[in-house]
Structure formats: structure tokens, C-alpha cells
């Protein structure tokens, strides 16, 4: 068992690498422990909130009951606004919530706490990884793909890429891409970014002149934090409905 | 010398990044506050559409910062 473990440094010349992740290799393929911590924890806490607001289901609604009907008729709208198709809408619905409620508790985690051992980040937003918040986005396209297939066979499908007119095959398949890309690198972006400068706030301002600096950044920490929970819930918005959208367009009959 | 260039493509890059959101974002709301004015009754669906626009606008934006800090840090 000696050597099925790997552990990879990221080695940079001497550099410091912003929130490196703990990556190690079993069997020969790589696993991120950062990313693994965090989505299992952040999937409990979402298991948990949703079991806890929703004991006691009654007619007339209690306060906890109102919280997850209100969420649920928010992701409701988010679907029947961007799928025209009815079956479809049923289908997602259950997607959309859940989506919403995992990418927005993850990307409070990262502003909650960022745990250190050594030189590795254990604990911080699995979104701000390219590679979970591309995860996601592939979730998306395989379940366009699915739905598309679906509804129009698998003839079909092929030819509405060729719709309206024929030579736009090549730009539709390349839109598909363009759309797999930025719907990833958007998350990432933006909550990786934050954490950034949430840790260059701290690190390098706080302690660069003593105490002047200190006493200015505890209130730009505190302002930037609550910028990242407005934009990290405008970015769990903007995934989703964009999901929405791509998997719409794959159903409707132009 | 390589230090001086770094930090001052880093500096580039986010500044212009910075440029491009801020004129996107202030177009779009703009339009969206034009509207509401002409038509309070669809606000709710005016500020879900403007929301959704800056989230597409900042997009690439937001990937300049990151490649700023990649520049400054890797």
C-alpha cells in the first residue's frame, strides 16, 4: 500500500501559490482533498437545512415550512420562466433548487472560514476551483444533451444544430462550447477573486504599517465580505438560470 | 526587472477589466432604470433581467482579475 498515495506539490520556483489545494494521487488519477472536504460538507449542511425546514408540513404554512416554499417557488419561477417545454419543466424543477442551494452554500463557505494546514487550504469554496465549478457546468450541457435527445431523437437533435440555416453548424457547435466555458469560468471567477483579495486584505494590508493599517482594513475586510455574500448569491442566480436557459433552448421547437 | 513587468501588466489588465465592467454594467442599467420608470408595474421582472445581464457582463471581466493575479502570483 506503500506507494498507491501521492502527494503533488505545487512547486513554483519559490513562489507562493494563492490557496493551494491539497491534491493527491491514488491509483494514478488526482484527487483534490480541498475540493472533496468542502462539497461533502457543504452537500451535508444543504441535507440538513432541507430536512430541518421541512418537518411538519401542515395546510397553513408554519414560518420554516414558508422559507423552503418560498425557495422552491423562487427555482419554480426560475424554470417555467426560461423552459417552455411542460414535461421538461417537471423534470428540473428538483434540479434547479438543488443546484441553487449547493452553489450558494459553497460559495459562502469560502467567506465563512478557510482552514490551513501548512502550506495547503484545506478548507475553502469548492467553486473557487475551475475544475468543480466546470463539473457543474458539465452537468448542465450531458443534461441539455439528454433532454434535446430526448424530446427530438437523436437525428433530430443533430439536425437543429443545423437550424435556421445550414451553414450555421460549425457556429452552434462552437456556441456550445463558448457556453460550457463562460458558464464555468463565471463562478469560478468571480468567488476565486473575492477570496483572493478577502486574503490579500488580511495577510499583506493588515500587517504592511503596523497598527494604521490594521485599524483601515478591518472595515474594508468587513465591506468586501458582504460584497462577495451579494455576489456570490447573484452568481448561484446567474448559473442556474443560465442552465435553464441552454437546457430551454435544446426543447422548443424553433 | 521581470518584478517591474509583472506588476505592471497585473496593473494593466485590471484596470482595463475594471473599464470594461463598469461601462458594460452602467449601460445596462441605465436601461433597465429608463424602463422602470416607463413601466413600474414589471420592476420585479425588470430587476431579474438586469441582474441576470451583469452576471453575463462581468463574466469575462472577472476572468482578467484572475489572470492579473495569476500574473502577479504564479
Same mark, same amino acid.
Given at each position: 500500500m506503500g506507494n498507491v498515495f501521492e502527494f503533488i506539490q505545487h512547486k513554483k520556483g519559490g513562489h507562493e501559490v494563492l490557496e493551494?489545494?491539497?491534491?493527491?494521487?491514488?491509483?494514478? $488519477?488526482s484527487f483534490d482533498l480541498t475540493g472533496i472536504i468542502g462539497s461533502t460538507l457543504m452537500a451535508l449542511v444543504v441535507l440538513f437545512v432541507c430536512i430541518?425546514?421541512?418537518?411538519? &408540513?401542515?395546510?397553513?404554512? #408554519?414560518?420554516?415550512? #414558508? +422559507?423552503?416554499?418560498?425557495?422552491?417557488?423562487?427555482t419554480d419561477g426560475i424554470v417555467k420562466d426560461n423552459v417552455?417545454?411542460?414535461?421538461?419543466q417537471k423534470h428540473l424543477s428538483l434540479y434547479a433548487f438543488v443546484l441553487f442551494l449547493f452553489i450558494w452554500f459553497m460559495n459562502?463557505?469560502?467567506?465563512?472560514?478557510? +482552514?490551513?494546514?501548512?502550506?495547503?487550504? &484545506?478548507?475553502?469554496?469548492?467553486?473557487?476551483?475551475?475544475?468543480?465549478?466546470?463539473?457543474?457546468?458539465?452537468?448542465?450541457?450531458?443534461?441539455s444533451f439528454t433532454f434535446g435527445m430526448q424530446?427530438?431523437? &437523436?437525428?433530430?437533435?443533430?439536425? #437543429?444544430?443545423?437550424?435556421?440555416?445550414?451553414?450555421l453548424f460549425p457556429i452552434n457547435i462552437i456556441e456550445e462550447i463558448t457556453n460550457f466555458l463562460t458558464l464555468?469560468?463565471?463562478?469560478?471567477?468571480?468567488?476565486?477573486?473575492?477570496?483572493?483579495?478577502?486574503?490579500?486584505?488580511? #495577510?499583506? $494590508?493588515?500587517?504592511?504599517?503596523?497598527?494604521?493599517?490594521?485599524i483601515l482594513a478591518a472595515p474594508l475586510a468587513m465591506i468586501w465580505q458582504a460584497f462577495? +455574500?451579494?455576489?456570490?448569491?447573484?452568481q448561484a442566480y446567474v448559473f442556474v438560470t443560465l442552465s435553464m436557459v441552454y437546457i430551454g433552448r435544446k426543447v422548443t421547437k424553433e | 526587472m521581470s518584478e517591474a513587468f509583472k506588476y505592471l501588466s497585473a496593473a494593466i489588465a485590471a484596470g482595463v477589466a475594471a473599464l470594461a465592467a463598469s461601462w458594460g454594467n452602467g449601460k445596462v442599467i441605465t436601461k433597465t432604470v429608463e424602463s422602470m420608470?416607463?413601466?413600474?408595474?414589471?420592476?420585479?421582472?425588470?430587476?431579474?433581467?438586469?441582474?441576470?445581464?451583469?452576471?453575463?457582463?462581468? %463574466?469575462?471581466?472577472?476572468? %482578467?482579475?484572475?489572470? %492579473?493575479?495569476?500574473?502577479?502570483f504564479l
Open positions: 493551494k489545494s491539497f491534491v493527491f494521487k491514488f491509483l494514478g $488519477l430541518w425546514l421541512s418537518r411538519k &408540513v401542515e395546510m397553513k404554512p #408554519n414560518k420554516r415550512q #414558508n +422559507v423552503i416554499e418560498y425557495l422552491l417557488d423562487f417552455s417545454d411542460k414535461d421538461a459562502m463557505l469560502g467567506l465563512f472560514m478557510e +482552514v490551513k494546514v501548512g502550506d495547503w487550504t &484545506v478548507v475553502k469554496s469548492p467553486t473557487a476551483d475551475p475544475v468543480t465549478t466546470m463539473s457543474f457546468a458539465m452537468m448542465t450541457l450531458l443534461l424530446k427530438f431523437g &437523436v437525428g433530430g437533435y443533430w439536425r #437543429n444544430y443545423a437550424s435556421p440555416v445550414g451553414f464555468s469560468l463565471r463562478l469560478y471567477g468571480n468567488i476565486y477573486a473575492g477570496e483572493v483579495l478577502l486574503t490579500l486584505i488580511g #495577510n499583506r $494590508l493588515a500587517v504592511s504599517f503596523g497598527l494604521p493599517t490594521m462577495s +455574500v451579494f455576489i456570490g448569491s447573484i | 420608470a416607463r413601466q413600474p408595474e414589471s420592476a420585479g421582472n425588470l430587476r431579474s433581467t438586469m441582474f441576470i445581464g451583469v452576471g453575463l457582463i462581468e %463574466a469575462v471581466p472577472i476572468l %482578467a482579475i484572475v489572470i %492579473a493575479f495569476l500574473i502577479l
